[in-house]
Each structure stands twice: as C-alpha cells, then as structure tokens.
C-alpha cells in the first residue's frame, strides 16, 4: 500500500509542476501573440493552434490533479443516503465504477491515437497531431490508476476495521 501511495505522491508533484510550466507557457506565449498581432502586425503562424492543445494538455492535468484530491466531479446526493457505516463501501464502489468508465474511455483514445498515427498527419511545425493528443490516453490512464489507489487503500482499511471516511482538507 505506501508503494501505491508514493507512487500516487510522485504522479500529484510531477503533474502540479507540469500544469505550473505549461501555464506559464501559455500566459506567456497568448501574451506574446496579442504584443506580435498589436504592434508589429504580426504573429506566429503556428501559435494560436500550438495554445489550444496546450489548453487539453492543461485540462487532463488538471483532472489527474483533481482526482488525486478527490475533487473531481460528482453526484453526491447518493452518497448522502447511504448509512454512515457503509459510506466507504459506498465510496469504493463508485471510483472502481469511474476506473473502469475512465478505462473504456481510455481505449477508445487509444484507438483515436493510432488512427492520428497511420494517417501521419502534421500539426504544427512538422510535428504530427498525434504528438499533441497523446496526452487523452495517457490522461484517463492515470486518472483510472488515481481512482483504483484510492479504492484499494479504503479497502485495505476496512479489512483493518476502518470504517470511518475521512474528509479531505482543502485550502
């Protein structure tokens, strides 16, 4: 279980730090784009679809992080009308139910990604497209392993008679 849970840890630093840099990328190069288009009249040509891939690249990342702290969306009226003493199984049940949706969805990404392979198509700067959408596969990936970690440490601390869940603190 703390191989699990570092390796959990490692994903949410390397992905905070990423989602950092890539930001500031962003701000940087959408900043860069209007001072080019507004002063000098004009641009770089690849920029502005070079940022809207940033922008997926951001939003999966900010899912990982999200799932990794439990934050990500949900309906919870069902879980306000399990008993206390089965909200954990509850709880369980309900990330394995998102691993295995977020699995499926996963393989379908790699299917679209391989088709983006064998057509070879550029994007930008001799770069394929599938160099910019690799980032949904890998992203449900890691976001079905966030939601089996989190499962099987609430399962191991049943066996050990925890029933209780505890609530995440947010800042």
């Not at 001072?35 to 920029?47: A, C, K, P, T």
């Not at 790699?110 to 394929?128: C, G, M, Q, W, Y």
């Given at each position: 279980?703390?191989?699990?849970?570092?390796?959990?840890?490692?994903?949410?630093?390397?992905?905070?730090?990423?989602?950092?840099?890539?930001?500031?990328?962003?701000?940087?190069?959408?900043?860069?784009?209007?001072?080019?288009?507004?002063?000098?009249?004009?641009?770089?040509?690849?920029?502005?679809?070079?940022?809207?891939h940033l922008?997926?690249?951001?939003?999966?990342?900010?899912?990982?992080?999200?799932?990794?702290?439990?934050?990500?969306?949900?309906?919870?009226?069902?879980?306000?009308?399990?008993?206390?003493?089965?909200?954990?199984?509850?709880?369980?049940?309900?990330?394995?139910?998102?691993?295995?949706?977020?699995?499926?969805?996963?393989?379908?990404?790699?299917?679209?990604?391989?088709?983006?392979?064998?057509?070879?198509?550029?994007?930008?700067?001799?770069?394929?497209?599938?160099?910019?959408?690799?980032?949904?596969?890998?992203?449900?990936?890691?976001?079905?392993?966030?939601?089996?970690?989190?499962?099987?440490?609430?399962?191991?601390?049943?066996?050990?008679?925890?029933?209780?869940?505890?609530?995440v603190q947010?800042?």
């Amino acid at each position: 279980m703390n191989i699990l849970k570092r390796i959990d840890q490692a994903i949410d630093t390397f992905v905070s730090w990423f989602v950092v840099a890539v930001l500031g990328l962003m701000i940087v190069m959408a900043f860069g784009q209007v001072v080019l288009r507004n002063i000098f009249h004009s641009n770089i040509e690849w920029g502005d679809i070079f940022l809207r891939h940033l922008v997926l690249w951001v939003g999966f990342f900010g899912a990982i992080i999200a799932t990794g702290e439990r934050r990500h969306l949900k309906i919870e009226f069902i879980s306000k009308l399990v008993p206390q003493k089965l909200h954990k199984a509850f709880l369980i049940l309900t990330n394995l139910f998102a691993a295995v949706i977020c699995s499926f969805l996963m393989l379908a990404a790699i299917a679209f990604v391989k088709s983006e392979i064998e057509t070879a198509e550029i994007l930008i700067l001799n770069l394929p497209t599938w160099y910019f959408i690799i980032v949904i596969p890998v992203g449900y990936a890691v976001i079905a392993f966030r939601f089996l970690v989190h499962s099987i440490i609430w399962i191991l601390e049943i066996v050990h008679g925890n029933w209780d869940v505890v609530e995440v603190q947010h800042l």
